[in-house]
């Protein structure tokens, strides 16, 4: 079974200061990856996702970008955080396993990152 | 574009039945899930529908129906437990949630 490892927990950071969480995924290869972001109290937001090594696809312009260095690591940056970029971060994997096309996503913990 | 609605509170007594109701506008399609999450923590996968009809979980169940791109969340013997927020998520290549319907169990 799939296992995802998000850190830190808890993160508290200075405005304009940069960011760097990371992501990294356990019993698959291949993997869909994802960043959402939830607001307190709200729902998910979809940020970025990935379908492989390199590929990244933006679904909100805004000061953070993604990285996907390795099939099994997922990495959400900002260069100079904002006020509005508090929130609770979470990566998420979907497994490829061939011919389970309906694999369900999983969740890691999520990081939650207050901006002062 | 693609949105997803959801009733934003339910409330019911311990013991209770409760629906959660989801309705879809999606460029694509291929299947509503949802998923629990509880206060602080990450949300968790409940059930998944591909096609229409019912899927049934222990004491959760789901529903789809494409043609009235509808679904709900059925939670029968309620506990104190589930006291937690559920979202309905359509998927196609990534999973888009609704905003979530927080849920609270009372004695």
């Known amino acids: 079974s799939q296992t995802i490892h998000q850190w830190p927990a808890t993160l508290v950071q200075p405005v304009g200061s940069p960011l760097s969480l990371e992501c990294t995924v356990e019993g698959t290869s291949n993997p869909n990856l994802y960043w959402y972001r939830q607001a307190a109290g709200r729902g998910l937001q979809l940020l970025f996702y990935s379908v492989g090594i390199g590929q990244i696809s933006s679904e909100v312009p805004q000061n953070l970008s993604a990285s996907r260095p390795q099939d099994r690591q997922f990495i959400l940056s900002s260069k100079k955080l904002l006020l509005s970029d508090s929130g609770f971060y979470l990566c998420?994997?979907?497994?490829?396993?061939?011919?389970?096309?309906?694999?369900?996503?999983?969740f890691g913990d999520g990081t939650r990152l207050s901006i002062l | 574009g693609q949105s997803l609605e959801q009733p934003s509170e339910v409330t019911a007594v311990e013991g209770a039945i409760v629906q959660i109701n989801c309705t879809y506008q999606t460029s694509g399609f291929y299947g509503l899930s949802w998923y629990q999450q509880h206060d602080g923590g990450a949300p968790t996968f409940l059930s998944y529908n591909g096609l229409d009809g019912l899927e049934e979980t222990g004491r959760f169940s789901s529903f789809l129906s494409r043609s009235d791109s509808y679904g709900y969340l059925l939670l029968q013997e309620l506990q104190m437990k589930d006291s937690a927020s559920y979202f309905c998520?359509?998927?196609?290549?990534?999973?888009?949630f609704g905003t979530g319907t927080r849920l609270q169990v009372f004695p």
């Open positions: 998520a359509v998927r196609d290549d990534k999973l888009i």
């Open positions: 998420a994997c979907r497994g490829t396993r061939q011919g389970k096309a309906n694999q369900p996503q999983h």
